[in-house]
């Protein structure tokens, strides 16, 4: 069965860098495209960044254009966002989504920003 884990979440100063990793199984991960969303506290989930399924193509949200980057291992079946500059509105649960025939999502990873 499709299965997303993401890890590597954590407490991080502003400023500071986190990577989110993302294991996939159950599915053909190097023919499928895949983003990572974000939702905080109160607010609606949105789009972070964007990948195709070979990497050579991606997209971002403004907010986070030029501190944040999407990459892949398709030999590893993983994908992975560097964040770096972290801040405190970046605090929110991330989650990395394959598009199949519909949207499959992961659990969450929870990424916390504060002093």
């Known amino acids: 069965q499709v299965q997303l884990v993401e890890s590597g979440g954590g407490l991080v100063q502003p400023g500071g860098s986190l990577r989110l990793s993302c294991a996939a199984s159950?599915?053909?991960?190097?023919?499928?495209?895949m983003r990572w969303y974000r939702q905080a506290p109160g607010k609606e989930r949105e789009l972070v960044a964007a990948i195709t399924s070979t990497g050579g193509s991606t997209v971002y949200v403004n907010s986070v254009k030029g501190r944040f980057t999407i990459s892949r291992v398709n030999a590893k079946n993983t994908l992975y966002l560097q964040m770096n500059n972290l801040k405190p509105d970046d605090t929110a649960v991330y989650y990395c989504c394959a598009l199949l025939k519909t949207q499959f999502w992961g659990q969450g990873t929870q990424v916390t920003v504060s002093s």
């Open positions: 159950g599915f053909t991960f190097s023919d499928t495209g």
